[in-house]
Every structure is written in C-alpha cells, then in structure tokens.
C-alpha cells in the first residue's frame, strides 16, 4: 500500500504571496487533515477533511484554506503569505472510524522571506 | 482546552542507557493517547498507542503506559540505540467526536555511542 505523499518538499516564498501544498491520501483513507510545525515546537492542527467537506478547523485565520478532492487528494492553500507561516507543513491521512490510523507525510517545508 | 505537556529537551544519552521522557495531558473525558517519532528530515511516524486507562503501548523495545490517575504516558526504553536519536511527540485525542490530535511540543533525544 502507498503512504502519505507531499509536494513539493521544499518552497521559497516571498511575504503576501499565494502558495498551494498538496497531499496525496494513504490508498484505502477518506479523511485528511493538515497540521502546521513550527521550528521547535509540536504540529498545530490547521484543519480536517472529510468526503470533500471541511469537518474541523483549528486556530488559523480564514486566508489558511484547502480542498479535499473525489479520490481523496488534499490542497492546502495559504493566502498573502506572513513570515510566521514559515514552517513545515504535514499532511495526515485517515480511515474514519477506524481506529485513529493517521498516516503522515514527509511534509513541506516553507520557508516565507 | 486539551493539552500535552513533555520534559523539554535536548535529551544526550549514551548507547545502552535506560530513557524515559515524561509527558502529562489535561483532557475532557478519557482520551487516546500517542507517542510519535521524528527522524531527521521525515514525517511523523506511530511509535506505541494506547486506548483507555492502563494499557500499556509497546514497540520496538518502547513502552508507555496509560495512567489516569496521573494523567501521565511517560515513554521508557531500557537500552537505547543510536538508531533512536529522533525527535519523539507525545500526543492525544479525545474518543468522542470529530476531533483532531493535539501534540505537545516534542523532546530530541541524541545518543551517542
């Protein structure tokens, strides 16, 4: 079976512009959610995506958004991009109702200049 | 809110010493709780879990156990290799609802041999 698989692994962006994370699902899995690591510190959950429908949201502001596709495939969108949004981005993937199987992505690390 | 709350590191063992880092939570109800280990460069991947009060969660030589008069799930390891110097998270989730997991902050362990 196929893991967590993140694109792209590293990105330079420059303050106030756009960027696109995404995430490919464990085979079998209908559920991702999306976590922010800041350097040092453990992931904050950012949001949670269940049959292509946002199920759960953390503290993050509203320009944080994302979408979850039919084959269960994930975008994590961050708009006018803040330095503080410097971290590395993990995307988790889940069969609801089963046992809290997250299966985690490598991540991406964005680096906000 | 939920929390988990880890000994900060860094933690420098030498190989074959016994480890322990220590982690509390405050939570409603009775939750799940988790330890994850990150090497570097890669995602988080599921080290032991544990369900409800007294399981004990083992892998790979690792063990914690859930104590909920503690409300503690220190992990322990009674030989250490240099193959474990990661970055090791504890974290929870609550078993009702649609909730997310909540990390503490993570403590690095290095050995050296």
């Known amino acids: 079976e196929t893991g967590v698989t993140q694109s792209p692994t590293h990105l330079i962006k420059t303050r106030g512009q756009q960027v696109t994370l995404r995430c490919s699902s464990q085979s079998g899995h209908n559920t991702v959610s999306w976590y922010q690591q800041a350097l040092g510190q453990g992931p904050q959950f950012i949001f949670q995506y269940y049959r292509e429908e946002e199920n759960g949201r953390g503290n993050f502001p509203p320009r944080f958004s994302g979408l979850q596709f039919p084959n269960y495939s994930s975008e994590l969108n961050v708009n006018a991009l803040e330095l503080d949004d410097s971290a590395l981005y993990l995307c988790?993937?889940?069969?609801?109702?089963?046992?809290?199987?997250?299966?985690f992505g490598s991540g991406t690390r964005l680096t906000v200049v | 809110g939920d929390s988990v709350t880890q000994m900060e590191g860094p933690v420098t063992l030498s190989e074959e010493a016994f480890l322990t880092i220590n982690c509390t939570y405050t939570?409603?109800?009775?939750?799940?709780l988790f330890w994850y280990v990150q090497y570097p460069g890669e995602g988080l991947q599921l080290l032991l879990k544990a369900t409800k009060a007294d399981d004990k969660g083992s892998n790979k030589g690792f063990e914690a156990t859930y104590r909920k008069e503690t409300t503690s799930f220190h992990l322990e390891k009674g030989s250490v290799q240099v193959s474990d110097s990661a970055v090791y998270f504890c974290a929870l989730i609550r078993n009702s609802g649609n909730t997310p997991l909540v990390f503490g902050k993570g403590t690095r362990l290095s050995v050296i041999a």
């Open positions: 939570a409603t109800g009775y939750p799940s």
């Open positions: 988790a993937s889940s069969l609801t109702g089963v046992d809290y199987g997250y299966t």
